[in-house]
């Protein structure tokens, strides 16, 4: 596997590939981090996918990794839908630059925590993605943002928002939000991972779009969802398998 640093249109990336076993019309998966982490942090999803002839991007997310700014935690998190939406954004740039190298038969997007939430905003924004992945994430993003005040709260810490300022971030949210707006879904592939004592990203936002939806999926084998009993935020080697797996097989062999 080549791993190489790159900067496309200015986003910072990881490109990961196999000269012998990919060509131009080789399928891509860009493969997002989560918050607070960056995109070295992901590069055995990337192992396993280009052993098998998938060509990955990893990018830095807005304020992560080598485009650090850094702030303190605290700050970090009043940035968070911020960086959410920005790396919904920086996702069609990176498309473009793609389409501009390679003529890929098949593209797919995945991500962890913040890319996981990331790629469900990607879904509903870009009918090009063939396929995608979802560990830790959440599809309903004004729900996820009520949350966290509500964590935020129990902890002492008031948000310096007005009520005015919570209504506009949640009219902005509502745009990147695939759970107003299912039909987008449009029977593509997706896989969700998530371990039901997440205490970060809340089992249940997923879990309820999923059990949702899935009357409407017209092959139930294309709208899966991995439950972790025991486990919290954090994807064990199992799920990430399990998730590489399913990429592999909507990516490559279909």
Known sequence: MIVEDDIWQGIPIIHCYDNEKMNEHSPVLIFLHGFLSGKEHNLHYAYQLVKKG???ILPDALL?????????????????????VNSIHEVGILYDELM?????????????SMGGIVTCGCLKKYDWINAA????????????????????EQTGVKLPLTDEQKEQIHNTLSEYDITKTP??????PVIFWHGKKDKTV??????????????????QEDWQFIVEENLGHKV???GMLAVTDFLIQRLKNE
């Not at 890929?104 to 962890?112: M, Q, V």
């Not at 809340?202 to 017209?218: G, L, M, R, S, V």
């Open 133 to 152: 992945a979802v560990c830790m994430g959440a599809p309903a993003f004004n729900d996820l943002a009520d949350y966290q005040v509500r964590q935020f």
């Open 183 to 188: 039909e987008k879904l449009n029977n593509r």
């Open 236 to 238: 064990n080697r199992a």
């Open 54 to 56: 998938i060509r990955v």
């Open 100 to 112: 501009n190298r390679f003529s890929p038969n098949k593209i797919g997007i995945a991500g962890t």
């Open 64 to 84: 992560h990794g080598v485009r650090t700014d850094h702030l303190t935690e605290e700050k970090m998190n009043y940035k968070f839908w911020n960086i959410v």
């Open 202 to 219: 809340p089992f249940e936002n997923a879990y309820h779009f999923y059990t949702k939806i899935q009357p409407y999926y017209d092959r």
